[in-house]
């Protein structure tokens, strides 16, 4: 027998027929790379991805309109094509700038993720072109990947004493971009020398770093990282080589970003980053 409620959820996917665009092959190329440097969508497969081109409608906003209402119902979310646009939210009667939106970002996400009013208000800075996703085709094809993958690293990032400060919300889009990896042990994730392109976390394990701090002699031990603790951020920050190796103490597990998302999503903490990066001189004047 099945059950009514295995039988509901496959007559839901079934019944399911999200709308179709027509799109010239510019435009489709277009959406593609908006899709893939937005990372709530770069996950999905090539058949979902080709759903939600098809159900991407085009919308114009001309300057000083506004795209979106605080407080308003949400029906769609929008990826930025062309154009500006900017986040204002009233808090305790005061109207504050949030942020900028720009080419590749999407914003409007959190009233259908979490079925609330909208949480701010966009306006067109300049007259912007955006591709609007329907409630439905999110809610079939991108939500449930993404609701996991938010509530999967929520608790953990909390815990994290760099974003500890970071608001809740810019913290949960961490989770839409971190790409996770596993070492085994004596496996290096970061050669000294080599150029680099990741920004780590420790997920669970532990790993070491070495530097040749002696000309001619072995790597020496400089720091430890468990659980919470991040590496890799100094050749993002400087644009130098690696400065250390990082090595894996036992089986690591780690969430990573490159250097795009790094830029983008850890601007907020770049000063934290850099103040901890004094750090580093005094370990190795002590060493020395
Ligand atoms: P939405 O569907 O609620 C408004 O419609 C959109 O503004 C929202 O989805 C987000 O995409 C975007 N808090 C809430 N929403 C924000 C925020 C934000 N920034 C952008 N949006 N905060 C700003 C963090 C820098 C927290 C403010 C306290």
């Not at 435009?27 to 899709?35: A, F, M, N, V, W």
């Not at 596993?182 to 532990?206: C, L, M, S, T």
Request: charged share 30%; glycine share 6%; aromatic share 10%.
């Amino acid at each position: 027998a099945v059950s009514a409620e295995a039988y509901g959820q496959w007559n839901k996917k079934g019944d399911f027929n999200p709308p179709v665009y027509p799109k010239t092959p510019e435009q489709h190329s277009r959406i593609i790379t908006k899709l893939s440097s937005s990372f709530m969508f770069s996950s999905l497969d090539d058949k979902d991805k080709e759903i939600v081109i098809e159900a991407m409608k085009e919308c114009i906003f001309p300057t000083n309109s506004e795209v979106i209402k605080q407080g308003a119902d949400g029906a769609e979310l929008f990826i930025v094509d062309t154009g500006i646009l900017s986040c204002y939210k009233n808090i305790k009667g005061e109207n504050k700038h949030l942020k900028d939106y720009h080419p590749g970002e999407a914003f409007g996400e959190l009233a259908l993720l979490y079925n609330a009013p909208r949480a701010a208000t966009i306006i067109a800075k300049t007259d912007a072109i955006l591709w609007s996703l329907d409630r439905d085709t999110f809610n079939h094809i991108v939500k449930d990947a993404a609701v996991k993958r938010r509530e999967k690293y929520e608790a953990f990032l909390a815990k994290v004493d760099l974003l500890s400060d970071m608001d809740p919300y810019e913290r949960s889009q961490l989770a839409d971009a971190f790409v996770t990896s596993k070492y085994n042990q004596g496996e290096f994730v970061i050669k000294e020398g080599d150029e680099g392109n990741n920004f780590y976390i420790v997920e669970d394990g532990e790993a070491i770093a070495t530097k040749t701090i002696h000309a001619g002699h072995a790597a020496e031990e400089v720091k430890r990282y468990r659980p919470g603790d991040y590496f890799g951020e100094l050749a993002l920050l400087k644009g130098q080589p690696r400065a250390a190796n990082v090595v894996a103490l036992r089986v690591l597990k780690l969430v990573s970003l490159d250097r795009h998302s790094f830029k983008r999503l850890l601007g907020p903490v770049e000063s934290i980053l850099l103040r901890n990066a004094k750090k580093y001189e005094e370990i190795i004047a002590s060493l020395t």
